[in-house]
């Protein structure tokens, strides 16, 4: 099951007002927008501490860390729908990220992914693609707000698939 969402091209539109528009709990319980987003290339994840993906926490940072300086980042929700595998309070969460892959871009509060309390922002995103199958899916946000790619969790954070669309979206070579 090679990249069973890698970098399917969505051709619903969600209007970059409807994503913008959402507002969630960063991990330290504090509302931020979306909206502070705006004008950057965005690569949303869900994330988890205990999941056979969690390496990809490493790439994830190098990626923001690449890119940052080009208008990038990736925004990470911990979820602990598939699994159980992030059992955790916030704090849990943060202490691990930062002391295991000194992760610093932006992560969010534990969203519901699945089932009738699904986020607001996972609802959006997955209204013409289909639910999120496993921890580290990724979606890709471009500067005008609107959703261009998804990638599967085994689509490497800095493997081909995903630095080529960060990189046609910031307009570099």
């Given at each position: 099951?090679?990249?069973?969402?890698?970098?399917?091209?969505?051709?619903?539109?969600?209007?970059?007002?409807?994503?913008?528009?959402?507002?969630?709990?960063?991990?330290?319980?504090?509302?931020?927008?979306?909206?502070?987003?705006?004008?950057?290339?965005?690569?949303?994840?869900?994330?988890?501490?205990?999941?056979?993906?969690?390496?990809?926490?490493?790439?994830?940072?190098?990626?923001?860390?690449?890119?940052?300086?080009d208008g990038f980042t990736v925004l990470g929700f911990p979820c602990n729908d598939f699994?159980?595998?992030?059992?955790?309070?916030?704090?849990?969460?943060?202490?691990?990220?930062?002391?295991?892959?000194?992760?610093?871009?932006?992560?969010?509060?534990?969203?519901?992914?699945?089932?009738?309390?699904?986020?607001?922002?996972?609802?959006?995103?997955?209204?013409?693609?289909?639910?999120?199958?496993?921890?580290?899916?990724?979606?890709?946000?471009?500067?005008?707000?609107?959703?261009?790619?998804?990638?599967?969790?085994?689509?490497?954070?800095?493997?081909?698939?995903?630095?080529?669309?960060?990189?046609?979206?910031?307009g570099l070579p």
């Amino acid at each position: 099951m090679k990249h069973l969402l890698a970098a399917f091209l969505m051709t619903a539109s969600l209007h970059a007002a409807d994503l913008q528009s959402i507002s969630l709990k960063n991990i330290d319980g504090k509302e931020v927008s979306l909206k502070d987003y705006a004008g950057k290339a965005v690569l949303i994840v869900n994330v988890a501490s205990e999941c056979g993906y969690t390496g990809q926490y490493a790439g994830l940072q190098s990626l923001h860390d690449k890119y940052a300086k080009d208008g990038f980042t990736v925004l990470g929700f911990p979820c602990n729908d598939f699994g159980g595998q992030e059992p955790g309070s916030e704090a849990d969460i943060k202490t691990f990220c930062s002391s295991r892959y000194q992760v610093t871009f932006p992560m969010f509060a534990k969203v519901k992914i699945l089932g009738a309390d699904k986020s607001p922002l996972f609802a959006a995103l997955t209204a013409s693609g289909g639910d999120v199958g496993w921890n580290f899916e990724k979606f890709l946000i471009g500067k005008n707000g609107q959703l261009i790619s998804r990638f599967g969790s085994d689509a490497e954070p800095e493997g081909a698939e995903i630095e080529t669309a960060v990189k046609k979206e910031l307009g570099l070579p």
